[in-house]
């Protein structure tokens, strides 16, 4: 894996990653870096196995690789408390990476309760965001919503293509809840 983003994030986390993490992110990053637009992996494992720092680095990667021309990585959650702590591990981890690197990495929580003008000033922030912005969503069923989902298709690109909008990666966290479909 060639991404020096990544590289910083996982020396700046306070643990060390074990080998089985290291060789699952390296056949994600092959999977998201490969030849096709999508891909469906499942990570299974315990809780406190290292599932959100994997999908955290992956996101890195994906927004530094400029995967999807976006600069957003969303995290679909079940429920409010698992968004909820997913977003203080990742601005932890973040916070860590922000202080040996250029990068702004910032991140949302958008549930149900967030309404009316909070999520618009959200969507409106996740549009403008600069070259060097990482962004990470982290959400429950809001994120299916129809003006939402449209939002999010229609990010802008920071890559010369213009074709390429939308996200840089898309998680979902506990598939079973939701199902493949969705």
């Not at 060789?23 to 637009?37: I, P, R, Y």
């Not at 955290?56 to 909820?84: D, K, N, W």
């Amino acid at each position: 894996r060639d991404s020096p983003l990544v590289s910083a994030a996982v020396s700046s986390l306070p643990f060390d990653l074990t080998q089985s993490q290291m060789e699952c992110l390296d056949e994600m990053w092959g999977d998201a870096m490969g030849d096709s637009s999508r891909m469906v992996r499942l990570l299974q494992g315990d809780v406190g196995s290292g599932k959100t720092v994997l999908a955290y680095l992956l996101g890195l990667g994906c927004i530094e690789a400029r995967q999807g021309g976006g600069r957003v990585v969303s995290i679909l959650c079940p429920t409010q408390l698992l968004a909820a702590q997913h977003k203080q591990s990742i601005s932890d981890f973040a916070a860590r990476l922000q202080k040996q690197s250029n990068w702004n990495i910032h991140v949302e929580l958008l549930t149900g309760n967030v309404v009316g003008e909070s999520r618009n000033e959200l969507l409106t922030r996740l549009e403008t965001v600069r070259d060097d912005d990482a962004v990470f969503l982290i959400g429950t069923h809001a994120l299916f919503t129809p003006d939402i989902a449209e939002r999010l298709k229609q990010l802008p690109s920071v890559t010369a293509d213009d074709t390429k909008t939308g996200l840089a990666l898309a998680v979902i966290d506990e598939e079973q809840r939701f199902g493949v479909r969705q």
